[in-house]
């Protein structure tokens, strides 16, 4: 993290290192005065040129400073994040202030990116945990991990304009091949969903919704720019990327626990404790091994990966609630395309709920669904299947019969008693899957309205009269009356 200004850099800096001069020996207060006056009239290199002469003393400072209580925790943790990676690059040693997973100008001014190897490569017991996780991923996991980086293909761009949207490292797209290998509806023991895993609380504590028709978590945009978040909060509170991803993967409470009882902030020492848990002792090196891979894929003989294309989709504003199967037709698609664009959908149509609601379409079809959806009735939106109330019916009966709840009954049948249930009236069953309930029956009741025949029924609903006539043997095509009922097939 960099200071706002070089101005308000240099006098953190100074600060500290006025502390120094009062709990260090002679020789440390002397370097300390060398520093200031390099500060008050030289460049930051000289202050770099200073340091490096005096690192055994710079080493002590830190430790000294981490129990200097009198300075606020911040300006200490964002200045020595500042000098930190200073001593990384040109000495190679490690104070005792975390200096893994520390960060370097790379391509454009405005981009930034781990740099990988520097957080572990001087460390001979982080670089084994890496390398262990690397012949992993290239021997035992192999065929997993070229799931994981096929699926990739279809998110990386996206994930990428995101972190880079939110000044973050572009190196994170790699987190979610370990998180969930880049499955939407990918689903832990701990309840965790979605791509970047996260449990309902903490999605919800960053603006994702999760009820009964959506579970934003498994949205690739929504739940990224969440993750995007909530990794910026960690940084900003432990100063440290690996910290950060640790807290990320254990929660910042038992990582605050750790650096507590282990007395140092150092990830790859506090490891070395058992004051975090196996999986999150192995967190980062995993991340650090599957970025490495897949950054460079064809080096760890990943040579034939079929990558998933790019996510490419247009958004629609909608006023109404309509069906996955509406969507399909207008946008000439199939439900499983519509499913995949909106992965956050959990059920056969849009919320109904929702005054308004932006739905993804396929590339190239904004234009053509959204005159489609305006021309449209609202039972063309949301087709719904009539059903004579039989006696005895009850809507928990119904809602198990049909493989649906009472939930989606209530949301078709507004105003409905369901201790009012009279035999001969009508009710209306939801579409499943984009098609229509699945039951244990084989057929359904349709009311004739005016107007219709059997090669309209036939063609609205895509099924054949042969289908029809299977189904009402003795049925005259020429004599529909209006209000009469034929059955119609229900679709698997």
């Known amino acids: 993290m960099l200071l706002k200004t070089r101005r308000n850099h240099n006098i953190a800096i100074l600060i500290i290192f006025l502390i120094l001069s009062l709990i260090l020996d002679q020789k440390s207060k002397a370097w300390s005065a060398s520093v200031k006056e390099s500060l008050l009239s030289g460049t930051d290199q000289d202050v ?15 430790n000294l400073l981490s129990g200097v209580s009198i300075v606020n925790d911040n300006l200490l943790s964002i200045t020595a994040s500042d000098l930190t990676p200073y001593l990384c690059r ?15 100008e790379t391509g454009s001014p405005q981009v930034q990116e781990f740099v990988l190897l520097a957080s572990y490569k001087d460390d001979d017991s982080a670089r084994d945990r890496v390398e262990r996780h690397i012949y992993l991923y290239t021997t035992k996991k ?3 991990f070229a799931t994981w980086l096929q699926r990739s293909g279809r998110y990386l761009d ?12 572009a190196d994170l797209v790699y987190l979610p091949l370990i998180e969930s290998g880049y499955s939407m509806d990918a689903r832990s023991s701990a309840h965790a969903v979605g791509p970047w895993q996260f449990i309902q609380s903490t999605g919800e504590s960053y603006g994702l919704k999760t009820d009964y028709w959506r579970d934003e978590r498994q949205d690739p945009i929504k739940s990224t720019v969440a993750a995007a978040r909530y990794l910026k909060d960690m940084y900003k509170q432990f100063g440290s990327w690996s910290l950060a991803l640790a807290a990320y993967n254990a929660g910042e409470g038992k990582v605050r626990r750790a650096l507590r009882k282990s007395r140092s902030d150092n990830y790859w020492r506090i490891i070395r404790t058992r ?8 967190y980062v090196s995993k991340f650090i091994a599957a970025g490495i891979i897949a950054s460079d894929p064809e080096k760890y003989g990943f040579t034939d990966i079929d990558y998933h294309e790019p996510l490419k989709f247009e958004e629609a504003e909608i006023n109404s609630p309509v069906s996955l199967s509406f969507i399909a037709r207008c946008t000439d698609s199939t439900v499983k395309t ?13 919320p109904p709920d929702l005054e308004t609601y ?5 590339e190239g079809t904004g234009e053509r669904f959204s005159e489609c959806f305006n021309n449209a009735t609202p039972e063309e939106r949301m087709p719904k299947i009539p059903y004579i109330i039989k006696k005895g019916d009850t809507l928990w009966d119904l809602a198990k019969s049909f493989h649906f709840t009472r939930k989606e009954l209530y949301a078709l049948n507004k105003g409905i008693n369901p201790k009012r249930l009279r035999p001969g009236s009508i009710i209306y069953l939801p579409p499943t899957n984009g098609t229509y309930v699945t039951e244990t029956r084989p057929k359904t009741p349709y009311i004739i309205k005016k107007g ?5 029924i036939a063609k609205r609903l895509r099924i054949t009269r042969k289908e029809l006539y299977a189904l009402n043997k003795d049925i005259n095509p020429e004599r529909l009356r209006p209000g009469s009922i034929i059955y119609l097939p229900l679709k698997r």
Request: charged share 30%; aromatic share 10%; net charge neutral.
């Open 48 to 62: 770099i040129d200073e340091v490096m002469d005096n690192l055994p003393f710079f080493d002590r400072a830190f």
């Open 90 to 104: 040109q000495s190679g040693l490690f104070p005792s202030v975390d200096t893994d997973l520390t960060l370097q």
């Open 142 to 144: 192999r065929r997993t």
């Open 158 to 169: 996206t994930i990428k304009a995101i972190l880079k949207e939110n000044e973050l490292p």
């Open 275 to 282: 004051y975090l848990k196996q999986e999150t002792r192995n």
């Open 338 to 350: 519509i499913r995949g664009l909106n992965p956050e959908l959990k059920r056969w149509c849009t």
């Open 358 to 362: 932006r739905v993804r379409v396929p």
């Open 452 to 456: 219709d025949t059997l090669w309209e």
